[in-house]
């Protein structure tokens, strides 16, 4: 009872029960499947073109796919189509923000790259935390260079700035963790230590002088 007609009922003039004028039914038993009818994405032909699903241009159903031209599974959200499947070529997901490089997509690894986002989250470089292979540069007031201070996060070199952290005295270059320890009273190489308490101070021999004439 779709007003859609299959097999030939009759050939006269007066109506038949049960019979129509319009031809081209291609299931009478549904009335969902007539020409005409909305073609949607359930594998048949309910229009009765010939044509199935994303074959058929009058195709009504589907969804957006999006076409993935690096081919990384992350598609341009510019660039849909509307299909029951997506085709060679197109995914689901819409989120990549470069489409022509397949290292960039959610997820990917944001690295230090001249202000690119690697991971398409809207932050570039040390901007995304999530930053990999960035420098954690500390103040190297007396250029001895080893730092102190809070550390700066960049992805190239500051002057003025070292990564090595330690410096118990930025403000005496002679004072590091790689300066030789002295016998002046002073802790320069930073290890908490000074003088004969630190192990790695460099003594002087001393001589007995008996009779105090300052020569031993």
Same mark, same amino acid.
């Given at each position: 009872n779709d007003t859609w007609g299959g097999a030939v009922a009759g050939v006269q003039c007066a109506p038949i029960a049960g019979a129509v004028l319009q031809g081209g039914d291609c299931n009478d038993a549904s009335s969902?499947?007539?020409?005409?009818?909305?073609?949607?994405?359930?594998?048949? /032909?309910? #229009? @009765? *073109? &010939? !044509?199935? +699903?994303? =074959? $058929?241009?009058d195709m009504t159903g589907g969804s957006n796919v999006y076409a993935d031209s690096d081919h990384d599974g992350f598609g341009d959200v510019n660039a849909a189509i509307l299909r029951c499947a997506p085709p060679a070529g197109y995914v689901v997901d819409a989120t990549d923000c470069d489409d022509?490089?397949?290292?960039?997509?959610p997820?990917?690894?944001?690295?230090?790259?001249?202000?690119? /986002?690697? #991971? @398409? *989250? &809207? !932050?570039? +470089?040390? =901007? $995304?935390?999530?930053?990999?292979?960035?420098?954690?540069?500390?103040?190297?007031?007396?250029g001895d260079g080893w730092g102190d201070g809070p550390a700066t996060r960049s992805c190239t070199p500051i002057a003025g700035r070292v990564t090595t952290f330690g410096d118990c005295d930025d403000n005496?270059?002679?004072?590091?963790?790689?300066?030789?320890?002295?016998?002046?009273?002073?802790?320069? /190489?930073? #290890?908490?230590?000074?003088?004969?308490?630190?192990? $790695?101070?460099?003594?002087?021999?001393?001589f007995q002088d008996l009779d105090s004439d300052g020569y031993g």
């Open positions: 969902t499947f007539h020409p005409g009818a909305p073609e949607t994405c359930s594998g048949f /032909d309910e #229009d @009765c *073109d &010939g !044509l199935v +699903d994303d =074959a $058929d241009p022509t490089d397949p290292a960039i997509h997820g990917a690894p944001e690295i230090c790259n001249a202000n690119v /986002d690697d #991971d @398409c *989250d &809207g !932050l570039a +470089d040390t =901007a $995304d935390s999530s930053v990999v292979g960035a420098l954690f540069l500390f103040a190297d007031v007396d005496d270059r002679n004072v590091s963790p790689s300066a030789p320890e002295l016998c002046n009273g002073l802790d320069e /190489d930073c #290890d908490g230590l000074t003088d004969d308490v630190d192990p $790695d101070a460099q003594p002087r021999d001393w």
